[in-house]
Structures are given as C-alpha cells and as structure tokens.
C-alpha cells in the first residue's frame, strides 16, 4: 500500500532540523500516526515513539499542522476530539468548535438591503472569527489521556516555525487563489509571500511569531492563549480587519470551555458506529444515510450493478442531509432530536422513499426530498448553511491500542485570512445559516452569542460485532466531509476493501447542480448508467483529504487518501 509507511521507510520524510527518529525495536509496537502532512504525521510519531499515548501524538500533530498546514486549521480554530480508552473500552467526545462572541447577533451576516451577504463577502473579514477551542481542547485531551509532559508536545511545531518547513503543491495552490483578495491583508502577505507573490511550492516558511507564541504556551498552558496578550492581540486584529471590523473581548475568551460530550453510536448490520454530537452534523448524518442503505445488499448490489449502488448512496444523502438542514445546531440553543434522527424504525421508513429502478425527480438548485418527522422533533424551518471545502484531519494509535482521532478546522482556506501573532484566525462563524429567519419562523442555526456554529466534520470509530475497535477516521471537505466519511465506510464495512482502498473509491456529492460525481474517477464511466435512473449527473472536482487508521491481523495501519499529500507510519510488532 503505496501510501503506508513503516519504520523501515522513515528515511523518506524530509523535515528541517528534525531529530533522528529512535531505532526500530522489532518486539515492541509503537502504534500508529497518520495526518494530511508528513511533517505532522513525524511530529506524531516522535511522541508515540517516546513513550506517549494516541492523545499526546494527536496533540503534537494538531501543534505542527498549525504551522505547516496554516490553510486548514490549527490553534486559531477549532475541533472535535474521540478517544477510544483501550483499558475501559470505551469512547469519549471533546467538543472544541468555537463560538461566537458576545457581541454576534442574528443579522451578523445581514447586509444594509437585509439580504445575507454573499460568502466571499463575509468570510475574510472580523465579524467571521470564533473564539478559538484548540487550545482548550488539548489541555482537557492531555489531562485526560496524555502521557508525556505538555512541553514535550510543542518541540517539533517549534521547531517547524522557527527552523522552517518546505511550502507544499496543496498550499502553493491556494496561496495562488487568494492573491486578489490578500490585497488587503498586508499581515497574511507578509507570512506566506515571497519576491512580490505567492509562495511558490517548494519554498522555505519560517514563522519566528508563531513559534514564540508556541513557547509561551509550552511553558505556560492554555491559560497563556485565553488571557494576557494573545487576547488583546486577536482582539486588535479582529477590531482593525480590512474588511468588517468586529469585536471580540476577554471576557468571550474568560468564558470558553471545552465540554466533554456524550458520543453518538448506533448499530450498522455487525458493526457498531460512533462519532460527534452536536454541534457537529456528522455523526446524525453519516448515521442517518447507513440507516437507509442498510436495507440493500451493498456489496452484491456494487458487484452486480455499481451504478444502482452509487445512486441508492445518492439518494440516501438526500435524505440525510434533508434532515440535517432541518434539524441540526449547537444542542446547548437548540432541541436537537438526535436519538429520533438515528432511530431505527424511522430510518428505515425514510428508506422506503428510496426507489432502487429511479430517482426522485429533481432540478437543479432545489431539493425534492422533504425533512422528515423524527421522534421527539418539534417544527422548524429548514435553512441551507453555508461550510467552505477547508480542514484537516488526523489519527493516531498507541501501543496499548488507545485511539485519538480529531478533525480541527480554520473554516475556509486561511480561515479569516487574518493573523495574530503568527497564526491564522477562524472563519468559523460564516458557519452560521446568514439568513436567522426563513418563512417568518427562526433557523436552528442562526447566530446567537455564545453558541458554536453546526458543522460536517465526522471523526467516525468503528466497532466490530465483539465490541473491539477496528477502524477510526475523518476528512476534510465542508459539507462533504460526511459522504467522504460514508463512502469510505461503505467500501470497508460493506464492499470488504481496505481502509485505503476505501479511501480511494470516487467521491460523491449530492449539490445544487444535481449528483456530483468525481472528474477523473471511475464513476465517469458510469455516468450515463447513473442518468438513466434519472439523476442529474455532473463531473466536478471533489477533492478530500481522508486519513485514519485500520486494524488488521498484522495490527493497527495508518492511511491516508490518495488525493492529498499526507503519509501514514506504522510500527508493528
């Protein structure tokens, strides 16, 4: 498997001024790290390798993606935390999305007209910008399952800011995509521009101001990032944007916590399934589409006659993210049926609106399939929210079989595209439907002060009928972060590929324009065959950034999707 490196290859990772990784013992199991950068993932891999736990190496690849992977999240953002305790056997959920201020009221994304504002209007902007959760995160992660000393778990992001890191193809890109609007971010041009332009791929990134602010909180914890002179330092650049000043206090800081939650899990044929609550859709969602594909036989259906597979997967997410548009927000504002929404019974008659020889009728922009009627649902308006294709995700396992998987986000690419002492701040906030009203009934997931904006990522751990863990992942994506997510476990769970082949199967999407199919994959080939059951079939690049970890006989296996440039490493005993 191309993308699965063992001890043996670690000489293939190129990181500046890195230490020599310690020698390979063959009898002692040192686990797995995988993420969407090498430099993460060795960062990982060092701590599991010095004795620390799946938590301390997820924490430490969180730290480095922060610096080499600035694009897609890090500690000016936020995320969602599992962890699977191999000694009790059971699994825990971090809730480290972040919230709006104080001062973020239901027309915050409202233009002078009344209207919601277009996307790209709002997002590069302060009014975009959460209170950060990452660092709340990983203080409540490391108390609970960290093994090594907090220090310990920022040496390779220091170093990576202050020796440098080599500038990949994937940031290269989109360094190329927001030149124009970078116009207005002197700070951002500053960090990630070179001889007059974007940072061309290969180049060196050095990031003195983020690696001093990454000693601070080495040596003083995550007090240092929600008190002091970060805080004053987020709030001046979120005050003084270029583009919609806002306001953003202490006192929306002073009052952040991380909140430890309840996971959502349900049955799916032998397997057990289980991820993130509210205010994360993934797991409703994810689970909401298995729940009505579990009535077909996937695996002959996908042998026999693949492009009826792929349309009950379309057809099934229509009704999913029917649901989910409906029902789904931060549950701390908003009754969220979730026990409803992953009912047996109820999806199983939501599945009966699938037809296997057609489509329900569709046109593009519209969705033909209704919101359905939970148990223990109230009514509500259904609101489309906006999510753009950025974030990352990552995965590690120790040698006792401990299992952190986290997705932690910026929102879009470069998040506000405003920095603060060297890191990039969220956009979180455009998570919000802008619209707080639709059809004179308020929307689940309107901005409120100090609620957490809903969203797609799904890090997802699998159960066997024994109750032991056997795969854990995630994706990044926006609102496809979820059929990235189901389509792998389908190809796992139901086609009986491996967690990379899975990876590797051709994304779908169900948007505006109708079914979404990847351009160079070979659902191409299909296309036809997929119209003639009467969808609206239309190639788009549908790039994902799918990582995690799989147990097989040998032990636990890290992969990484095909599409991105991130690695795997595996010590096996």
């Known amino acids: 498997m191309k993308n699965i490196l063992h001890l043996v290859a670690l000489c293939l990772f190129?990181?500046?001024?890195?230490?020599?990784?310690?020698?390979?013992?063959?009898?002692?199991?040192?686990?797995?790290?995988?993420?969407?950068?090498?430099?993460?993932?060795?960062?990982?891999?060092?701590?599991?390798q010095a004795g620390g736990s799946a938590t301390d190496a997820a924490m430490a690849m969180m730290l480095a993606l922060t610096v080499v992977e600035p694009q897609s999240s890090g500690i000016g953002g936020g995320g969602f935390f599992l962890h699977h305790d191999a000694k009790q056997g059971w699994m825990q959920t971090i809730d480290g999305r972040e919230m709006a201020p104080a001062a973020a009221g239901s027309t915050r994304f409202l233009g002078e007209d009344g209207?919601?504002?277009?996307?790209?209007?709002?997002?590069?902007?302060?009014?975009?910008?959460?209170?950060?959760?990452?660092?709340?995160?990983?203080?409540?992660?490391?108390?609970?399952?960290?093994?090594?000393?907090?220090?310990?778990?920022?040496?390779?992001?220091?170093?990576?800011?202050?020796?440098?890191?080599?500038?990949?193809?994937?940031?290269?890109?989109?360094?190329?995509?927001?030149?124009?609007?970078?116009v207005d971010f002197p700070e951002a041009r500053a960090l990630y521009w070179k001889d007059g332009g974007p940072a061309k791929s290969g180049s060196i990134i050095k990031n003195p101001e983020l690696g001093a602010l990454l000693r601070e909180l080495q040596a003083d914890g995550a007090d240092a990032f929600y008190t002091g002179k970060t805080v004053a330092a987020i709030s001046d650049v979120v005050a003084n944007a270029p583009?919609?000043?806002?306001?953003?206090?202490?006192?929306?800081?002073?009052?952040?916590?991380?909140?430890?939650?309840?996971?959502?899990?349900?049955?799916?044929?032998?397997?057990?399934?289980?991820?993130?609550?509210?205010?994360?859709?993934?797991?409703?969602?994810?689970?909401?589409?298995?729940?009505?594909?579990?009535?077909?036989?996937?695996?002959?259906?996908?042998?026999?006659?693949?492009?009826?597979?792929?349309?009950?997967?379309?057809?099934?997410?229509?009704l999913a993210y029917a649901d989910r548009e409906k029902y789904l927000a931060d549950r701390d504002f908003v009754a969220v049926p979730v026990d409803g929404l992953i009912d047996k019974d109820y999806l199983a008659s939501r599945s009966q609106m699938i037809a296997l020889q057609r489509a329900r009728p569709q046109m593009p922009g519209m969705e033909t399939y209704p919101a359905g009627n939970p148990p223990g649902s109230v009514a509500r308006t259904a609101a489309i929210s906006s999510e753009v294709a950025g974030t990352t995700h990552f995965t590690a396992v120790d040698a006792e079989g401990n299992i952190a998987n986290m997705t932690s986000t910026v929102e879009g690419p470069f998040g506000s595209q405003l920095i603060a002492r060297g890191m990039v701040l969220n956009n979180e906030l455009t998570d919000f439907t802008?619209?707080?009203?639709?059809?004179?009934?308020?929307?689940?997931?309107?901005?409120?002060?100090?609620?957490?904006?809903?969203?797609?990522?799904?890090?997802?751990?699998?159960?066997?009928?024994?109750?032991?863990?056997?795969?854990?992942?995630?994706?990044?994506?926006?609102?496809?972060?979820?059929?990235?997510?189901?389509?792998?476990?389908?190809?796992?769970?139901?086609?009986?590929?491996?967690?990379?082949?899975?990876?590797?199967?051709?994304?779908?999407?169900?948007?505006?324009?109708?079914?979404?199919?990847?351009?160079?994959?070979?659902?191409?080939?299909?296309?036809?065959?997929?119209?003639?059951?009467?969808?609206?079939?239309?190639t788009s690049g549908l790039p994902s950034k799918l990582a995690g970890a799989q147990k097989t006989e040998e032990g636990w296996i890290g992969a990484v999707d095909p599409r991105s440039t991130g690695q795997a490493v595996s010590e096996l005993p």
């Not at 969407?36 to 993932?41: E, G, L």
């Not at 992660?141 to 202050?162: N, Q, S, V």
């Not at 000043?245 to 289980?274: E, G």
């Open 115 to 182: 209207k919601p504002l277009p996307f790209i209007q709002a997002m590069p902007s302060g009014k975009s910008v959460g209170v950060p959760g990452n660092m709340r995160l990983m203080e409540m992660a490391h108390k609970k399952w960290g093994k090594l000393p907090w220090e310990k778990l920022f040496e390779p992001a220091i170093r990576l800011a202050e020796n440098g890191y080599v500038v990949s193809v994937s940031q290269a890109s989109w360094l190329r995509r927001l030149q124009k609007i970078w």
């Open 434 to 538: 802008f619209a707080p009203e639709k059809d004179g009934a308020p929307v689940a997931n309107r901005v409120e002060a100090g609620k957490r904006p809903l969203s797609s990522m799904s890090p997802t751990i699998v159960y066997n009928a024994e109750g032991e863990p056997i795969l854990a992942l995630g994706s990044a994506g926006g609102k496809r972060i979820i059929m990235h997510v189901t389509k792998t476990l389908i190809g796992v769970l139901d086609y009986g590929l491996s967690l990379e082949e899975a990876m590797a199967l051709p994304n779908i999407y169900y948007g505006g324009s109708g079914l979404l199919i990847e351009k160079g994959s070979g659902l191409e080939a299909l296309q036809t065959d997929i119209s003639r059951l009467g969808h609206i079939v239309v």
């Open 243 to 318: 583009r919609s000043p806002a306001t953003i206090t202490a006192d929306d800081f002073a009052n952040y916590r991380a909140i430890l939650r309840s996971p959502v899990c349900t049955s799916y044929r032998v397997y057990k399934i289980c991820g993130m609550g509210p205010p994360s859709s993934g797991a409703t969602t994810v689970l909401g589409i298995l729940g009505a594909i579990e009535r077909f036989d996937m695996g002959k259906l996908y042998a026999e006659e693949p492009e009826r597979a792929w349309h009950v997967i379309g057809e099934s997410m229509r």
């Open 14 to 48: 190129t990181t500046l001024a890195a230490p020599a990784l310690a020698e390979h013992h063959q009898s002692k199991n040192t686990g797995t790290a995988a993420s969407a950068h090498p430099d993460a993932t060795r960062a990982g891999f060092e701590m599991l």
